[in-house]
């Protein structure tokens, strides 16, 4: 019968690197699902606009449009009476918007009326939405890059060395993503509230508020930044496990076999490291293996 420890299971070094990768992985998936769906959508912003209704006909009835009467209905030189006053004579009607498109609900019919929100901004504005377009577009390409480098990383490269190379290549790009993502939101931001002030007198929103979309992005970002936290953690804790496991690799040969040059141990762990450059291996165990200390004596 084995007898079970009461100790807690050791994570591999290995297997740790795995993991921070995976959720690097995810992190910029969600931030790239999240923030192609916000850029292509219309609810970055939503509210109500206060417009006259309009007189009500035969064919309209209700109380979305103003109710007249007279005694003589029929002639056109009568007197109309009016019952609605004040606010009774508005009605609120949804509108909802993006970077692309605003649109809003029909009053007497179904669905919605859009136009083009670059054609709505005030025309002082206008590149800086474009910009703001631009920078999301690179915004969606840095993402797309970032995760497809930490995925080959994670798949292709078996190699140590040179899948850290990929690694820092990542975290480069993911942080040059979410610097991007930040600047668009924020000016896309600024052209919105410039164009609730000086936009056209037809579209003014009364009430406005953030939308899911804007939610959205700004979730994305979030994402963006924890990717690439996550992906330079990575880099740093396998850099430093490679150190320390390369000091104590040498201070081993120097008490063992007590080199006449102090410099010995560190050109002995230089060939070692440099013998695994290709191998598909991770160098935190294969310094385990003290029995390659004899032919680095002789090397």
């Known amino acids: 019968m084995e007898r079970q420890s009461g100790r807690m299971p050791v994570l591999v070094p290995g297997t740790a690197r795995q993991q921070r990768a995976s959720a690097a992985v995810s992190l910029g998936l969600f931030s790239l699902v999240f923030s192609i769906t916000a850029f292509s959508s219309s609810y970055w912003c939503e509210g109500t606009r206060k417009v006259a209704k ?30 609605e006053t004040g606010d009774d004579k508005f009605i609120d009607r949804k509108f909802h918007a993006g970077i692309w498109y605003s649109c809003e609900e029909i009053i007497n019919g179904e669905g919605e009326k859009c136009r083009s929100f670059i054609s709505l901004a005030p025309a002082a504005d206008r590149g800086v939405l474009w910009l703001s377009i631009v920078a999301e577009l690179l915004y969606n390409i840095l ?30 790009v993911t942080v040059l993503a979410g610097l991007l993502g ?40 979030a994402c963006c930044m924890a990717a690439a936290v996550t992906t330079i953690n990575k880099y740093t804790k396998t850099i430093l496990e490679f150190k320390h496991k390369r000091k104590t690799l040498e201070r081993s040969l120097k008490i063992k076999y007590k080199f006449p040059d102090h410099a010995a141990p560190e050109k002995a762990c230089n060939v070692y490291v440099n013998s695994f450059h290709n191998t598909t291996e991770d160098p935190a165990h294969l ?8 032919t680095i004596s002789v090397l």
């Open 182 to 221: 930040m600047v668009a939101h924020m000016m896309y931001t600024t052209v919105f509230q410039m164009t609730v002030n000086l936009g056209p007198e037809d579209w003014r929103p009364h009430t406005w508020d953030y939308g899911w979309s804007f939610c959205l992005a700004w979730a994305s970002f």
């Open 54 to 83: 309009p007189f009500c006909t035969e064919q309209n009835q209700g109380d979305h449009c103003i109710r007249f009467n007279s005694p003589d209905a029929n002639n056109s030189n009568a007197v109309q009476y009016i019952w």
């Open 287 to 294: 310094v385990k293996d003290l029995h390659h200390l004899a």
């Open 143 to 172: 993402l797309l890059t970032g995760v497809v480098l930490i995925s080959v990383e994670m798949c292709c490269y078996r190699s140590v060395i040179d899948g850290l190379k990929i690694n820092a290549f990542s975290a480069v």
